[in-house]
């Protein structure tokens, strides 16, 4: 795994040093439109927060779309920010780039092989695709690698609406200012013990046994169960009123707004799972 990772990394490094010796001129349009794509995947039952549908619950249906166009106003780059986890076929031992790869073949029919489609993480720790939905609509199911495609031309279809009808401005003067802050968020702190981690112990396979095992592994070497954690906000102002706002964590679409809010009435697009968060 680890090969994997000084792979990429090295690839991503190289990409970067060629980007910087190919500049050109050129300009970037910021649009903002929606979609239905996603799904609010943190439902309740029985009072129990689960691994499940939730059709009533908040969901971020917003597309934020960047796109890049040469002097001679040609599309060559399009970055789409949407909050939704690229799990629609779950774990069918197969490697595959979900949705987004779905998405990409699409755009490059609607606009073009040149064209580089890349797609922006939201804040998506509470989404996932709605065609996920099962048949019974209490959970979710693995779509078939045959179904992908037509997901694909869905988000195209959604992407190219927010080009041609979302509001939209153009960014006025590349600005490229940014900044690394660490914040530390305190705890509320509910277990101190095995006997209250109990109580906590969801039914889903996932969390059922990840976090308790690993609060039961401290608590068993009499290690202090932490009480804060440390992440980071990187922010890059692209203009003067327009800024990435990227989280090392897995932030729940609320959290988008928040920040959103925080910077109003200046644009952010917000982004989680950044910086080697996975």
Not at 4 to 31: E, H, K, M
Not at 62 to 81: C, H, I, N, W, Y
Not at 158 to 186: F, N, Q, W
Request: net charge neutral; hydrophobic share 40%.
């Amino acid at each position: 795994a680890m090969e994997y990772v000084d792979w990429l990394s090295t690839q991503v490094l190289q990409t970067v040093q060629r980007a910087g010796q190919q500049l050109q001129p050129g300009s970037i349009d910021y649009f903002q439109g929606s979609t239905n794509f996603a799904i609010n995947r943190r439902g309740r039952v029985n009072g129990i927060v689960q691994m499940v549908p939730w059709f009533e619950g908040a969901v971020d249906d917003r597309l934020q779309v960047l796109l890049f166009k040469d002097e001679s106003s040609t599309p060559v780059a399009l970055g789409m920010r949407m909050a939704c986890h690229p799990t629609t076929v779950g774990s069918q031992h197969q490697i595959t780039s979900d949705f987004v790869g779905a998405w990409r073949s699409a755009m490059h029919d609607a606009l073009g092989p040149n064209l580089t489609p890349f797609f922006l993480q939201g804040c998506c720790g509470d989404s996932r695709p709605r065609a996920s939905v099962n048949a019974t609509r209490d959970g979710f199911r693995r779509v078939s690698l045959d179904e992908l495609a037509g997901l694909g031309k869905q988000l195209c279809h959604d992407t190219m609406t927010t080009l041609l009808r979302g509001s939209s401005r153009r960014l006025a003067s590349l600005r490229l200012a940014a900044s690394i802050c660490p914040v530390t968020a305190s705890f509320h702190a509910q277990v101190t013990d095995a006997k209250s981690l109990e109580q906590f112990v969801a039914p889903d396979e996932f969390t059922k046994h990840y976090y308790p095992d690993a609060i039961r592994k401290r608590l068993s070497r009499s290690e202090p169960i932490p009480q804060s954690a440390t992440w980071h906000v990187q922010t890059l102002w692209l203009d003067d009123e327009l800024a990435l706002i990227a989280l090392d964590t897995e932030p729940v679409g609320a959290l988008a707004r928040w920040l959103e809010k925080a910077v109003h009435p200046l644009d952010a697009i917000v982004l989680g799972y950044t910086n080697g968060c996975l």
